[in-house]
């Protein structure tokens, strides 16, 4: 088919395409890295040409950028559905472990949050200034709302639990690279009762604490998953 001719599809098919050529651009990415992955490795991929490929993003670092931002969007969305079906969720060590399960089971996430220069290539050294901003605010904003409700222990700032709870998440995951995938769950485990003990009040949560809490973690997600969504571009999937 050629060019002009994609370009008449419907909105809904071409969003259907840009998942497909996400879907093969995260497959090849993942066996093969970002160094060894072309344009047209993803267009054969999928049997189209890559004048294709190229109507929906117009450099390969634009879709390779595109898939990691799916990869993270996939990842809060879960987080926003642990919210929805548990209020507990919103706690900081119930929340630590459904995101570190969320990202251990994505390597392309992993990677991506590591910068890990084998998978990610000149990729690694590339910042989304803008995407940083908002997921710093999100964790403020969310971090706080746990704070106001005495949640977190008082004798810390606020500013100091989120540097101390980041350092010891993002610890976790990068020792994820020598561990066995068998105990996932269990080092998950290890971490939300590492993140409780440390950072956490031991005082009681009235259920309506925790679903007001709920309520508004999951708004604080919704917010950020929808403004990523539109500045990458993603289709909805």
């Known amino acids: 088919m050629s060019t002009s001719a994609e370009r008449l599809r419907s909105p809904q098919q071409r969003a259907e395409r840009a998942v497909r050529i996400l879907d093969v651009a995260a497959d090849l990415l993942l066996r093969h890295g970002y160094r060894r992955v072309s344009i047209d490795d993803v267009a054969a991929g999928l049997g189209i040409g890559k004048g294709t490929v190229y109507l929906h993003w117009k450099t390969r670092e634009q879709l390779f950028s595109a898939v ?88 810390l700032r606020v500013d100091e639990i989120g540097y101390a709870y980041q350092a010891i998440f993002e610890g976790f995951l990068r020792a994820e690279g020598a561990a066995p995938a068998s105990g996932q769950q269990q080092r998950a485990d290890l971490l939300a009762r590492t993140i409780q003990r440390a950072f956490e009040s031991e005082s009681a949560i009235p259920e309506t604490t925790l679903h007001d809490l709920a309520g508004a973690t999951i708004t604080l997600l919704g917010n950020l998953i929808d403004a990523d969504r539109i500045a990458s571009g993603l289709p909805e999937n």
Do not use: W
């Open 68 to 155: 990691f931002a799916r990869e993270v969007l996939h990842a809060m969305d879960e987080l926003r559905q642990a919210l929805s079906q548990d209020p507990r969720a919103c706690l900081l060590h119930n929340f630590a472990r459904a995101y570190f399960l969320a990202i251990v089971k994505r390597p392309l996430l992993r990677g991506f949050l590591l910068d890990d220069p084998d998978l990610l290539g000149k990729l690694a050294n590339s910042v989304d200034t803008a995407r940083d901003d908002r997921h710093g605010a999100m964790a403020r904003d969310y971090l706080g709302l746990l704070a106001d409700h005495g949640i977190l222990r008082d004798d």
